[in-house]
């Protein structure tokens, strides 16, 4: 799932002015914090935009460098303290969309959904085109588990910008997890004519049409997939389930290989070697692979149980 946050800096004066070597002024720190901000220099940048905050007293001015600081606060993960100013911004400023959905960003972060979900709302009452809040939202809904809620949000999305990738990937997503096969290939294949190296949407995709026993449709998608990402070890271990079901064993055991290769630590990887090992009645190297399976991952060893006691294999 896939979130972003508007990152928008208000200077306090029309144009952005070089700061002073000394600031002096609210307008002086307020600028410099942006500089510092602009580099990285979140700590610094806090610092004077705190600065700033004591410097002055009229209500726009305090609206700005409350805004940046808080956006310099969740650069830096302070949900807690981001969450504190962007409601001094939004106290001086009841009608900017932008403080509200930045606040929803932190909420979500915090982990409360609720919050998000009526922050995220308030922004798309005040700007009812925002496609980035109604995909946010969409993700506060899905992490709740409200799935239909949140199609409805990613559909919002994707009708304001039909170009938006993450949107239909987000909603394919959502569709999955419903079972909803076709639907999420339909989304994924929409995000992937946008973007086409959209390297989740390949692997979702794959995924999805395994669902659908498509094999030969996921073994490719997840293919795709390695040529933009040639070391990541899920999608061989993907590819390998793939060629396992269409009894491609020798294609089945380079994929798990591998996939052990870039993580050792994948237990379900050394098991299914080991399982088709057994049936090329390599039984020695079967032993070897179960047995490494369940020292990874004891929990294993009941769903082998039986196929190993058929097999004589004692790991």
Same mark, same amino acid.
């Given at each position: ?19 002073a070597?000394?600031?002096?002024s609210?307008?002086?720190?307020? *600028? ?38 808080? /956006? ?7 949900w807690? %303290? ?18 509200y959905y *930045? ?31 109604? *995909?946010?939202?969409? /993700? ?10 949140a ?6 999305a ?8 993450? %949107? ?5 997503a ?12 339909a ?40 040529k ?9 271990f ?11 064993? *020798? ?20 098991? /299914? ?28 060893r ?9 097999? %004589?294999?004692?790991?």
């Open positions: 799932m896939k979130k972003s946050f508007v990152l928008i800096t208000l200077c306090l004066l029309l144009g952005f002015q070089v700061a070597q000394t600031p002096k609210a307008e002086d720190f307020n *600028n410099r914090g942006l500089q510092r901000q602009s580099k990285g220099d979140f700590d610094g940048a806090i610092e004077d935009f705190t600065a700033a905050i004591a410097r002055t007293g009229q209500p726009r001015h305090l609206t700005a460098v409350y805004y940046n600081r808080a /956006n310099a606060r969740l650069a830096k993960n302070d807690d %303290g981001a969450i504190a100013d962007y409601t001094k911004s939004i106290e001086l400023a009841p009608g900017d969309p932008d403080g *930045n606040r929803a960003v932190a909420l979500m972060n915090k982990g409360d959904l609720d919050g998000a979900v009526a922050d995220f709302s308030k922004a798309i009452e005040i700007q009812p085109g925002s496609f980035l809040a109604y *995909n946010n939202r969409g /993700n506060a809904r899905r992490t709740k588990g409200d799935v239909e809620g199609i409805s949000d990613y559909t919002k994707v009708e304001a910008v039909p170009k938006y990738a993450e %949107g239909f990937y987000n909603r394919g959502a569709r999955q997890s419903k079972d909803d096969f076709a639907g999420a290939i989304d994924y294949s929409a995000a992937l004519s946008i973007m086409p190296d959209f390297f989740d949407a390949y692997v979702n995709r794959g995924l999805a049409r395994q669902g659908k026993h498509d094999f030969a449709g996921a073994s490719a998608d997840f293919t795709e997939a390695l933009l990402k040639a070391d990541d070890a899920s999608v061989y993907a590819r390998g389930t793939v060629r396992q079901e269409i009894k491609d064993l *020798n294609g089945a055991i380079a994929d798990y290989s591998r996939a052990i290769e870039l993580d050792p630590n994948n237990a379900q990887a050394f098991a /299914n070697r080991a399982v088709i090992e057994a049936l090329q009645d390599n039984k020695p190297q079967a032993e070897r692979d179960f047995a490494q399976a369940f020292k990874l991952d004891p929990s294993l009941p769903q082998f149980k039986q196929f190993m006691e058929g097999r %004589g294999i004692r790991p």
